[in-house]
């Protein structure tokens, strides 16, 4: 289980923003769980940042894009960066 904040800046002393060691461990899992063919991602309302999440996933393999911009137009946009840039940062 992993926690952070559906914010792109932090506003709040409770806040957790999304930073590459949350980008990092969900790419050791994702790598580690090669005999899966899905993985369910999802967050409290499944609009913002687990999109965001998997959106960023998309961008690291290649994998198309379009249909979940379309179904989740409000994801969020750190979220999927860090997640993108996350290979580069090792």
Known sequence: RMYFSDVTETEDPTDVLFDAEHAEAI??????????????????MGMS??????????????????ELERKHPGWNRLVRSVMRDSSTAN
Request: hydrophobic residues 40%; contains cysteine.
């Open 49 to 66: 940042r687990s999109p965001g999440v998997a959106l960023g996933l998309c961008d690291l393999h290649g994998w198309a894009t379009a």
């Open 27 to 44: 790419r050791e899992f994702i790598e580690g769980a090669p005999e899966f063919d899905r993985i369910i991602l999802h967050c409290n």
